[in-house]
C-alpha cells in the first residue's frame, strides 16, 4: 500500500486511495475509532500492534467470522468493545487488488448489551458515511449470530462439496443437501437464542440453493488455493457450541473435519 496505493476494483469501476499507514511504533497517540479486520490466527498479534493506538476513550470495531473474537478482544481491551458486521462479497486479489464480486455492502455495529449508547451513536455518526448501507443496532450480537450462520452454512456446502453454490444445486441432492446444512446451523443459532425468522430462512434457504450462482465463501477459496482456512473460529466453534446445546449437527461436523485435514496437509508442506 504505501507504493501502489490500495486499489479497489468493483462492479462500477476501480478506485485507488493513499491511506495514511503508521506501524505500530510509530503511533503516538490514542485512536479515536479503530477497525478491526484481520484473518482470525492473525488476532492475537493485531492486537498487540493496536496496543498502543488505545486509550481511555478508544472504540474497538471488530469485522471477523464467528464470535470467538468478542471475548479474546474483551479480555485484552477490556470495555473498549462494540460489536460489528460487514457484508459485502470481496477478495484479494495476487497484485494486491482487493476485488468486489457484489454492488451490495453493509456494515452494522452495536453494543453488545444493546444499549444504544452515547459512544455506539458518536461511532455510528463516524462510520456512516456514502457507500454502503450503514445501521447502528439494539441487536448486534444476533446479527452477529445471523452472519455466522451464513458463513458456516455457505462454508460447509462449497468446501464439503467442492464447488460453489451453483456448482452443488446444479446437481442431483445438491439443493437438498444444502438445505440440510442449513437446519443444522440455524437450529444452533436458535437454541442460543437467536433464531432467524421464517423470512429470513426462506432467503438465506433461495441464496444456498440457487442453480447458476457463482458465489463461494472465502474459505472455499482458500481450500482450493492450498491456503489455511479459519475452520476453527467459524465451523470447529460452531461444532463445539452445538455439543454444549445437545444439538446433532452430522454435516457441520464432517466438514469442520474435512477442513481441519486441509489445514494440516497445509501446514505440513509449508517449510
Known amino acids: 500500500m504505501a507504493s501502489k496505493g490500495l486499489r479497489l476494483s468493483a462492479p462500477h469501476g476501480t478506485t485507488v486511495v493513499t491511506p495514511k499507514l503508521v506501524s505500530p511504533e510509530a503511533v503516538d497517540a490514542a485512536y479515536g475509532v479503530v477497525l478491526l ?5 492473525a488476532l492475537h498479534a493485531a492486537l498487540e500492534d493496536l496496543a498502543p493506538a488505545i486509550g481511555e476513550g478508544s472504540v474497538i470495531v471488530p469485522f471477523l467470522n464467528g464470535i470467538d473474537h468478542i471475548e479474546v478482544i474483551e479480555k485484552r481491551f477490556p470495555g473498549h468493545l462494540l460489536g460489528g458486521v460487514v457484508k459485502v462479497v470481496a477478495q484479494l486479489a495476487a497484485d494486491g487488488t482487493v476485488e468486489v464480486s457484489g454492488s451490495a ?5 452495536g453494543e453488545l448489551t444493546g444499549e444504544l449508547s ?3 451513536r458518536r461511532t ?3 462510520l456512516d458515511v456514502d457507500g454502503y448501507e450503514f445501521s447502528l443496532s439494539s441487536r448486534i450480537r444476533t446479527a452477529m449470530w445471523h452472519k ?3 458463513i458456516s452454512t455457505v462454508a460447509a456446502i462449497c468446501c464439503t462439496a467442492t464447488g460453489t453454490i451453483g456448482d452443488v444445486a446444479s446437481v442431483p441432492g445438491g439443493s437438498t443437501f444444502a438445505t440440510s446444512v442449513l437446519m443444522e446451523t440455524s437450529a444452533i443459532s436458535a437454541a442460543a437464542g437467536h433464531p432467524l425468522s421464517a423470512a429470513e430462512c ?9 442453480a447458476g450462482s457463482p458465489f463461494a465463501p ?3 477459496r482458500d481450500m482450493i488455493g492450498n491456503r489455511p482456512t479459519e475452520v476453527e473460529n467459524v465451523l470447529a466453534s460452531l461444532s463445539s457450541t452445538e455439543t454444549r446445546l445437545g444439538i446433532p449437527t452430522p454435516l457441520i461436523d464432517l466438514a469442520t473435519l474435512r477442513l481441519r485435514l486441509h489445514n494440516r496437509r497445509v501446514a505440513s508442506s509449508t517449510p
Not at 479486520?37 to 490466527?41: E, F, N
Not at 455492502?105 to 455495529?109: D, K, P
Request: proline share 0%.
Open 118 to 120: 452515547d459512544r455506539a
Open 202 to 210: 426462506d432467503a438465506l434457504r433461495s441464496t444456498v440453493t440457487m
Open 37 to 41: 479486520s484481520v484473518k482470525a490466527d
Open 124 to 126: 455510528a455518526d463516524t
Open 105 to 109: 455492502a453493509s456494515m452494522e455495529i
Open 148 to 150: 455466522w450462520v451464513f
Open 218 to 220: 472465502s474459505l472455499y
